[in-house]
């Protein structure tokens, strides 16, 4: 791994024109670290289209650049069940990190496609870049699931998207700190952002103190589901949307019954809590109490909240300017072989405010909470 050689996210958002490090590698497939050991031939073609498609993207194309300049590997892999909604997760084997995709991503749209996908190899080159430096108990630092997220809606904006239409995104267009309060409101977790490093307890019983909230907002989640059911049901019978195009939506329904609006993740999240202030609290984990701390002036720990605010400011500006959505999901091109892509929650919010317009009488029936 060639840490010398690394290029900031950074750099790359703030600069025009390309470094010498672009030059050195023009010419060359910038997707060259990225294999497919596992994937049918079929399907490992699709996936590179899309991320060779992706890399219209500027925020893309850095994050590539990092990669090859690094020389770090990265396997992406099919994973999950047919109906498992437009999700990709990342973990480590033997030293490659492995960009695991949900099935439903290989007929999405490139903008979804590329918003989980560059998410997800973003924390694979943070974590390589925290393992170079030395950096241990890097899944403790929050700021790189901020960076990380926010790159992800980014290349999805610069792709043509739009934004979704959500609590989340409105509070990626106000402030940083804003989101940062937004994803630990939705985020069951106890990682730390950056500015909590100089105090892992503290920050961690404010955690604690804050769980109240994060269960009520498990109750309202879980109240608005048979609501959303309803509204599902509305614009499927007045034709505005297709079923076949509400499965990732109704798959997530169905996963908020399931954890009870997330109220099951706050639960595990109360007992992680619980854990790390044990352990760091004991005479075992005083040294990696200290080595937390220390790590806020690491390089890539500062650096990941560097470009964090970056991205976010870009999210503000591309926010802004995108086109509201119009009809059916089609971020920056999407794929002519496999069904018709997914409508997401700003489109169904769509519809069903269209059906409204023009049968006002039609949802008498819908759930109140």
Known sequence: MKSAART??????????????????????????????SMAP?????????????????????????????????????????????????????????????????RAPDGLFARAFWHEACHA????EADSAGIRLWDLFFDDELRCYLAGEVVRLELGGSPDIDEMSAAMSRSTEAFA???????SNASLTWEELGDPMAAWRRRKESLSPLKEHAAEVLKRVPVWRCRVREVVEAGLIAPARL?????????SERTRGGFDDILELEKSLDR???????????SDLERLRGSAAAGPSRNAHEEMVVLQARYRILARTAKPH???????????????????????????????????????????Y
């Open 125 to 128: 080159l943070s974590q390589a």
């Open 276 to 286: 790390r202030l044990a352990f760091f609290g004991s005479e075992a984990g005083a």
């Open 8 to 37: 900031s996210l950074l750099g790359l958002l703030l600069a025009a024109l390309p470094g010498p490090a672009a030059a050195r590698n023009r010419g060359t497939d910038p997707l060259s670290f990225i294999t497919a050991p």
């Open 247 to 255: 499965e990732t939506v109704g798959y997530e329904l169905d996963a």
């Open 326 to 368: 119009a009809g059916p999901l089609v971020d920056g091109g999407g794929t002519d072989d496999g069904p018709s892509s997914q409508a997401d929650w700003g489109e169904l919010q769509k519809a069903y405010e269209t059906l409204k317009q023009r049968e006002p009488s039609c949802c008498g029936d819908e759930p109140q």
């Open 42 to 106: 079929g399907d490992a073609a699709r996936v590179r289209g899309a991320l060779r498609r992706s890399l219209r993207s500027q925020t893309a194309r850095g994050l590539a650049q990092r990669f090859t300049e690094a020389s770090i590997p990265l396997e992406t892999e099919f994973a999950g069940q047919p109906r498992d909604g437009l999700w990709a997760t990342q973990r480590t084997d033997s030293g490659t990190a492995v960009v695991s995709l949900a099935p439903m991503l290989a």
């Open 181 to 187: 309060a937004a994803m630990l409101l939705q985020e």
